[in-house]
């Protein structure tokens, strides 16, 4: 069994850190780059002054090593991947705010097609994230479609969902059932939201 996920979404304290580490890094490769160039500039001006009188020669500076070039692309992609996911994050809130707000005039209809467009851009993404890996051996065997896993009780979605759909729910986006997401569209938990909750988030942990 893998050891348990945190389920909590990264927030603002989390991304300004990520943030703030890439930065430290582009300053850090930068900080190298300039110390280098002075080296190699006081060493080439040492070695022409005691050298014998020759053509002169253009120097060549290396400003950056393929090391530090690696560092700084690592840092730019980190970075642009944690800006592609906030954006996500931030879409995903005002569309749920957007639907709380007019919740109170939705009916059960609309609630209904509201949350079969939440799972399929769900599984759209996920598809995406897990490369189309989201069954796990036995599922994928048993010819389960995978589209059922982003609805329906969490207990059977978890225990069908690969490796990496698990870490997509745990790490990028969380799995909501149908009960979960009427309760976030009204701002009204149930008994029956809370326990879906409780329960969605117990298949995580033992997941």
């Known amino acids: 069994m893998a050891s348990p996920r945190n389920t909590e979404r990264p927030g603002d304290d989390d991304m300004d850190a990520m943030q703030q580490l890439c930065n430290e890094i582009s300053d850090l490769v930068m900080d190298i780059r300039v110390l280098r160039a002075h080296a190699q500039q006081e060493l080439y001006a040492t070695a022409t ?10 120097p060549v500076f290396v400003l950056e090593t393929d090391e530090e070039r690696v560092m700084r692309e690592e840092g730019e992609q980190m970075l642009a991947d944690a800006i592609e996911a906030e954006r996500d994050t931030q879409w995903l809130a005002d569309r749920e705010a957007d639907a709380a707000a007019n919740a109170h005039t939705m009916s059960s209809g609309e609630i209904t097609e509201q949350y079969a467009a939440h799972v399929e851009r769900q ?17 994928a065997a048993a010819g389960i479609d ?11 979605a978890y225990a069908r969902a690969s490796e990496e759909l698990l870490t997509f729910w745990s790490e990028v986006e969380r799995r909501l059932t149908k009960t979960e997401f009427t309760a976030h569209l009204s701002g009204r938990w149930t008994q029956a939201a809370q326990t879906a909750r409780h329960a969605a988030w117990d298949c995580a942990a033992a997941a």
């Open 146 to 156: 995978p589209r059922t896993l982003f609805s329906g009780p969490s207990h059977v």
């Open 123 to 139: 599984y759209l993404a996920a598809e995406d994230y897990c490369r189309g890996v989201l069954l796990n051996r036995r599922a």
């Open 49 to 58: 002054a005691y050298a014998p009188e020759t053509a002169p020669v253009e």
